[in-house]
């Protein structure tokens, strides 16, 4: 179930050069389970293609008060469509479409349906700086305000222009979150603060050779996602890895090495409500790291290894009111050494995953988890996506921190 599941969402684009994120904000907003219709100003088809939007939305893309079929006109019913949205949401929002807005003018499809809407209304600007700074438009921002529209900020960045400022319309995901948070005010995670730690790490031997391991990062990101769809804001301290995120809500803090990412970890640590160790985490490092290329030679060399510091112990010495997880990846005697693992640190549950299970590791998209709580409770799930197992432990997490 979706967190948008249920919910009608009429997006209404006007014609600005935001317009070609509407694809992505239309996915957002199925994605999260909601039902999508557009209405576009006819200058906006000049941005971003109606076919598009009626392919991603799996409905008509309706643009003037009345359509063509066979040979007799059909009025496209602007009171429908406002009762039939749960929510109206006019993103990108022109300097043009917020002052014909704030007037009650009506010579657009948009516009009309604007006026007749009953529902929630949100407002997602999009213009130039010097555009959006303009008291006009400041001010044509407050009386929509009054009027109880939820007039959503703006980013700050780089421009269409090419010049640099606030006027940028939010990300997609960023606006679909202000939709969810509207219709999820109770959000499991909300206002807390998770830390997750993901990826590999690199401990340098050289300046071109490190010792690493196939880690992807693609857990910890999953774990990212989902909690930061569950209203979280996430910390994420990463190693080397291709995974990206855009989700507005996730920090990542990139880093190479054990030393680097426990830096980070102990800086933010204290500050957190749930921290998750997911990272594979070098356990030795070269006590030396040379200075120069080490040129080949026709001896044997060896390198001497040192322990890194283990920071999921750390945190699990540290631990004030934190509800703190590890992951144990084990290949032999798997409960037994989870457990082990799970007390030695102290932590308050561990994700056990076995490299024996097929589809379960390091570099695929899918993962078999066996949650173990400290009251020793062990939940076995079975194989599945690493959202799927992300959710599955979010809602462990939940269960047993409350
Ligand atoms: N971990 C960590 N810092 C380290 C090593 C591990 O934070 N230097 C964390 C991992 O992120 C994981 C958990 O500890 O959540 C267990 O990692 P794992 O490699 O399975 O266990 P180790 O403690 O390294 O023990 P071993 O390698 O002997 O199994």
Request: with cysteine.
């Amino acid at each position: 179930m979706g967190l948008l599941s249920g919910v009608n969402i009429l997006l209404g684009i006007s014609g600005g050069i935001a317009a070609y994120k509407s694809p992505l904000l239309v996915r957002e907003l199925i994605k999260n389970g909601s039902e999508v219709r557009v209405v576009m100003t006819p200058s906006a088809k000049d941005f971003v293609a109606p076919l598009a939007l009626a392919t991603l939305s799996k409905n008509p893309v309706l643009s003037s008060f009345t359509s063509t079929d066979l040979d007799n006109p059909v009025w496209n019913d602007h009171v429908e469509l406002g009762l039939w949205a749960d929510v109206f949401l006019i993103a990108p929002a022109t300097s043009n479409t917020l002052s014909a807005m704030a007037q009650g003018r009506c010579n657009n499809l948009l516009l009309a349906v604007y006026l007749s809407a009953k529902c929630p209304i949100f407002i997602a600007p999009a213009m130039d700086l010097d555009m959006f700074a303009h008291p006009s438009n400041q001010k044509n921002m407050e009386t929509l305000s009054s009027f109880g529209n939820k007039v959503l900020p703006v980013d700050e960045g780089f421009l269409a222009s090419g010049l640099q400022g606030k006027g940028r319309m939010l990300e997609p995901k960023a606006i679909a979150m202000h939709v969810i948070d509207f219709f999820n005010p109770t959000l499991p995670l909300k206002d807390k603060r998770v830390l997750i730690t993901a990826g590999p790490t690199y401990e340098a031997i050289d300046p071109v050779r490190f010792i690493g391991n196939h880690a992807s990062g693609k857990m910890g990101f999953a774990l990212a996602e989902v909690a930061a769809n569950l209203g979280a804001k996430v910390i994420l301290v990463c190693g080397p890895t291709t995974e990206k995120t855009q989700h507005p809500q996730i920090q990542v803090k990139s880093i190479v090495s054990a030393m680097e990412m426990f830096e980070e970890v102990k800086e933010v640590y204290p500050s957190v409500d749930i921290a998750i160790g997911a990272a594979a985490v070098a356990d030795y490092k070269p006590e030396l790291v040379a200075e120069h290329k080490i040129k080949k030679k026709n001896n044997n060399i060896s390198i001497n290894l040192v322990p890194t510091q283990d920071i999921l112990a750390y945190m699990g010495t540290h631990k004030k009111n934190q509800y703190l997880l590890g992951f144990a990846l084990e290949t032999e005697n798997e409960l037994v050494n989870a457990i082990e693992k799970l007390q030695r640190k102290n932590l308050d549950g561990i994700v056990l995953n076995s490299l024996q299970d097929p589809g379960a590791g390091f570099s695929v998209s899918t993962n078999k988890i066996t949650y173990i709580h400290s009251n020793k409770s062990i939940q076995t799930f079975q194989i599945q996506s690493k959202t799927g197992c992300a959710e599955a432990i979010f809602d462990q997490i939940i269960k047993h921190d409350s």
